[in-house]
């Protein structure tokens, strides 16, 4: 059962040689003990990678790394998350690369 699509759940700038951490909770929509179970990427851009996605230990969230992309272009990666309940929902976030000014 599809429960929706959100779009935009994040908004991040970093630069071309970055490999963040991003962090997406999820028990603000997730049921009493329903739990994530499995979260896939799309982006719409290969130079920007999405990897290591990790669903938490509580099944409430999921972290993933992104790195790569060409300084001044936004990328949309696209999330199927799917839950203990057999519900799939679609959610967005959007990363900006932008230049590392120093001093």
Do not use: C, H
Not at 36 to 60: F, K, N, Q, W, Y
């Amino acid at each position: 059962m599809r429960i929706g699509e959100y779009s935009l759940v994040g908004r991040w700038t970093q630069s071309a040689a970055a490999d963040k951490r991003r962090l997406i909770l999820a028990n603000s929509w997730l049921e009493i003990g329903e739990t994530i179970t499995e979260v896939t990427a799309t982006i719409d851009d290969s130079a920007m990678l999405v990897d290591r996605i990790v669903i938490g230990p509580d099944g409430d969230r999921f972290a993933f790394y992104a790195s790569g992309g060409v300084e001044g272009d936004e990328y949309l990666i696209t999330f199927t998350i799917t839950t203990s309940a057999g519900q799939t929902r679609v959610d967005e976030v959007q990363i900006a690369v932008v230049e590392v000014r120093r001093g």
